[in-house]
């Protein structure tokens, strides 16, 4: 802390909340608390399933816990002051709470993007690769990328305090949001802040805008693949892989971009900030163990099971050998729940074809638990 900031001289901040909608706050907490419910009860169960059932230890089981953490943290950053202002109506927070808020709300954001941007890779690598799947992702690059999503959100967001800490505020110190936010103190102070915007702009560019990017290019050779596969159900089923994670980037993306332009580039008033922010930091972590929960249906038997274990009784189904049907089946462990099949088909099968050809097929495997 500089010597012209003593403890005494940090100003506090007075949060909003819902704009012009202060006599309904009690009512808006009912949807604010269980949308906080909703994301601590369903990424809490995805960590207890994955943590509790051995089979569920594959690359994309581990990412996904991964995500469940980070959208832990990115609710739970909020929750204290969202949830104290709707309820109690306390609106003022300290300096340095605030400012150790506003740096745990954007650590969890930077991480939420790295994790989805792994995600498509190991989306990439069992489509496009899948003979190398396992030799890709072994648990040992899995805890590397964990490492690395920790190291790069925590070092890139390091001297956002810092550089508000150096500013000095203007007596009207009412923030936009129910929590602390960095566009938000920044608009805050009084002296200049090109150094924070140039920094704040360089922050959304090395972190949000390139992961989008490489999400995007990853799909690239996904799609090149789906669409080179020989029916109609085959592409359909590869490409049903990738619609959660498709779902949770767009969830994701989507607010977060537009919330971030709104703050720069807008001008409009505090309300529809206000919402586009909420949707950014409370609809992620409430909607993607929903989003989620409806392709790993294994991870919720695994639940049921837990709940409904009786002792004595084998708490996991072993899995069933390969079924064989004619085809050359060679087996990938991925989740338990892909297999590629090298399947040799006669030429009389096929129109039009001279010679026989082979195709690769992403075929879904039954849910073991």
Not at 216 to 234: D, F, N, Q, R, T
Not at 257 to 270: D, E, Q, W, Y
Request: hydrophobic share 50%; net charge positive; charged share 10%.
């Amino acid at each position: 802390m500089t010597s012209n900031h003593t403890t005494s001289q940090l100003p506090a901040f007075l949060l909003l909340g819902i704009p012009w909608r202060e006599d309904i706050h009690k009512w808006l907490s009912i949807p604010f608390f269980f949308l906080y419910l909703a994301a601590a009860l369903g990424n809490g169960a995805i960590l207890v399933a994955v943590a509790r059932n051995p089979s569920l230890r594959e690359p994309m089981h581990c990412f996904l816990s991964m995500l469940a953490v980070t959208d832990l943290a990115l609710s739970g950053t909020t929750l204290p002051t969202t949830l104290g202002l709707l309820w109690f109506g306390i609106s003022q927070v300290a300096f340095d709470v605030c400012l150790t808020q506003m740096f745990f709300i954007h650590v969890a954001s930077v991480a939420e993007s790295s994790v989805l941007l792994a995600m498509a890779v190991d989306r990439w690598a069992a489509i496009a690769c899948p003979l190398r799947y396992s030799a890709l992702l072994t648990h040992r690059v899995v805890a590397k990328v964990g490492l690395a999503v920790l190291v790069r959100s925590a070092l890139t967001l390091l001297p956002l305090p810092f550089l508000l800490l150096r500013l000095t505020y203007n007596e009207q110190r009412r923030l936009t949001h129910s929590f602390c936010f960095h566009p938000d103190i920044m608009k805050l102070a009084r002296n200049e802040t090109e150094v924070n915007v140039h920094y704040g702009l360089f922050v959304i560019l090395s972190t949000a805008g390139i992961d989008s990017v490489l999400i995007i290019l990853s799909y690239m050779p996904i799609a090149k693949v789906i669409l080179g596969l020989g029916s109609w159900e085959e592409r359909v089923r590869a490409a049903r892989t990738c619609v959660s994670h498709v779902a949770a980037v767009l969830v994701f993306f989507v607010p977060m971009i537009g919330l971030s332009v709104m703050h720069r580039f807008g001008s409009h008033g505090p309300l529809p900030l206000a919402l586009v922010a909420y949707t950014y930091l409370l609809v992620p972590p409430a909607l993607n163990p929903v989003i989620y929960s409806i392709k790993f249906q294994c991870i919720w038997k695994t639940l049921l099971r837990l709940c409904f274990y009786q002792p004595g009784a084998p708490r996991w189904a072993a899995s069933p050998p390969p079924t064989h049907t004619g085809h050359k089946s060679l087996s990938i462990t991925c989740s338990q729940r892909y297999s590629v099949q090298i399947m040799q088909m006669e030429s009389s099968q096929l129109e039009n074809s001279q010679s026989d050809e082979g195709g690769i097929g992403l075929v879904f495997g039954d849910d073991q638990v």
